[in-house]
């Protein structure tokens, strides 16, 4: 089997090359881009990247060459933010909220998170991974090659472990690289909505010790907010996710001022998200902890909202933003990072190369993986895509289009289109 691969004749080759850390201000602007560029891969990992003739001389014979046919080359999106184990879907309340109805009255009448887990609850383990294998095609196919994937429409012991036993077997046996959270708080269920207490004692005492010892999340997260978890009991549930060494993220400011930015600065958790109602106050007291925030522009398009978090405002305060889709049945219903980029450049105003880092290293670092993926650097994996374009402004300008002609992951052809590189076949997965 050959192991060597060297990628040749990149238009552009997207490398985000540089500090190791979440990018900042003027250097989330900075792509690190070799013109005619080339990478050369070992072992599913990046030996180098430099111009196309320093590249070849150290192709050997037994390299496998594809020709990037002058189009772009750029590290898979990382998705930071994605709910993708579910049972059923929700096109009912779109065509509800297309009448005139809002996301929150929806909720509010027992539709919402709700009726998604009637279903999830129903399903059995194989018919959650079914379903769920589905929606990994489709992140491979728009370029995405790492998701962090959340539990949460269980919100029983079991079915909470169900969904987050699907998801390591999402991870073991689909080529895309899953990082699981913990999201029993995702909202009270019916049979505790008399003794919401009780249901935070058992996320306490009994979910989060029982997935920290069998190893099942990296991070726990809470949705505060009116109907949701208040302040107080968002706090307990994290603090106790933290005692057992997890990672904290926050649904925080998404519907309201719910002062979860300020508990998520308070926590020092890794990441503070969605912040569609965050203003100066939240911004500086994510900055002053260190808080990635992480913005979903395509969940506020998908309820049919306006009110798009303040992007440029947190660039400016220095916070190292990260865009993800949020991919869930209810109010984001897609897998496309190409449309969060859109989204950014349009309504966010977030220049494509800000959104580009924010949707690829930013993103690896608010996952705790900014050392393995997210750049085109010597040592990291390579998983990167081939985008049917030459310029990287075009993946969000041509808007609603699947760019990706092939996808790889550490080194392997995992997803590609029929215009894909000639003389290699997809890896089967299925
Ligand atoms: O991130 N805000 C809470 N959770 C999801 C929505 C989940 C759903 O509607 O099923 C979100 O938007
Ligand atoms: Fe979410």
Redesign the pocket.
Same mark, same amino acid.
């Given at each position: 089997m050959n192991r060597s691969l060297a990628i040749i004749g990149a238009s552009q080759l997207v490398t985000l090359a540089g500090p190791r850390r979440p990018r900042i201000g003027a250097e989330m602007r900075d792509l690190a881009i070799i013109n005619d560029g080339a990478m050369l891969i070992r072992d599913g990992r990046i030996v180098q990247t430099g111009a196309r003739g320093e590249i070849e001389k150290l192709i050997d014979a037994d390299c496998e060459v594809v020709d990037a046919d002058k189009r772009v080359v750029m590290p898979g999106f990382v998705d930071a933010?994605t709910?993708p184990v579910?049972a059923g879907n929700?096109a009912d309340e779109f065509e509800m909220r297309a009448a005139g109805k809002s996301?929150q009255e929806i909720?509010a009448s027992g539709g919402?998170?709700r009726s998604?887990v009637l279903k999830t609850r129903a399903a059995s383990e194989d018919e959650l991974f079914t379903a769920s294998r589905r929606y990994c095609d489709w992140f491979l196919r728009a370029g995405t090659t790492t998701v962090e994937a959340k539990s949460?429409?269980g919100l029983t012991l079991e079915d909470e472990m169900k969904m987050l036993r699907v998801i390591r077997r999402l991870d073991e046996e689909t080529p895309l690289r899953y990082v699981p959270t913990f999201l029993g708080a +995702?909202?009270p269920p019916d049979e505790y909505k008399d003794n919401r207490t009780a249901y935070v004692d058992l996320i306490v005492n009994e979910m989060i010790p029982l997935v920290a010892r069998e190893g099942l999340a990296r991070f726990c997260d809470v949705?505060c907010?009116k109907g949701?978890f208040d302040v107080d009991e968002s706090r307990r549930i994290l603090q106790a996710a933290r005692a057992c060494g997890m990672g904290l993220r926050v649904?925080a400011d998404?519907?309201s001022l719910s002062g979860g930015s300020q508990l998520a600065a308070e926590l020092g958790a890794m990441t503070a998200? +969605?912040l569609e109602y965050a203003g100066e106050t939240q911004i500086s007291a994510l900055k002053s902890a260190n808080v990635q925030p992480v913005l979903?522009p395509a969940?506020v398009l998908l309820i049919g909202s306006h009110r798009y978090p303040d992007a440029r405002a947190m660039i400016d305060a220095g916070l190292a933003i990260v865009l993800a889709t949020?991919f869930?049945?209810?109010?984001?219903p897609t897998t496309s990072m190409p449309l969060v980029l859109t989204l950014a450049s349009t309504q966010m105003k977030m220049t494509p190369a800000e959104a580009i880092t924010a949707a690829t290293i930013n993103a690896a670092f608010s996952l705790g993986l900014g050392d393995e993926v997210g750049s085109l650097e010597s040592g990291k994996w390579a998983d990167f895509v081939i985008h049917d374009c030459e310029d990287y402004r075009e993946l969000g300008y041509f808007a609603g289009i699947e760019h990706p002609v092939g996808a790889f992951v550490k080194g392997k052809l995992v997803a590609r289109s029929a215009r894909g590189p000639a003389g290699l076949a997809a890896d089967s997965h299925s």
């Open positions: 933010h709910h579910f929700r996301y909720a919402g998170i998604t949460g429409y +995702h909202t949705f907010e949701a649904h998404q519907l998200d +969605h979903l969940s949020d869930n049945p209810g109010s984001s």
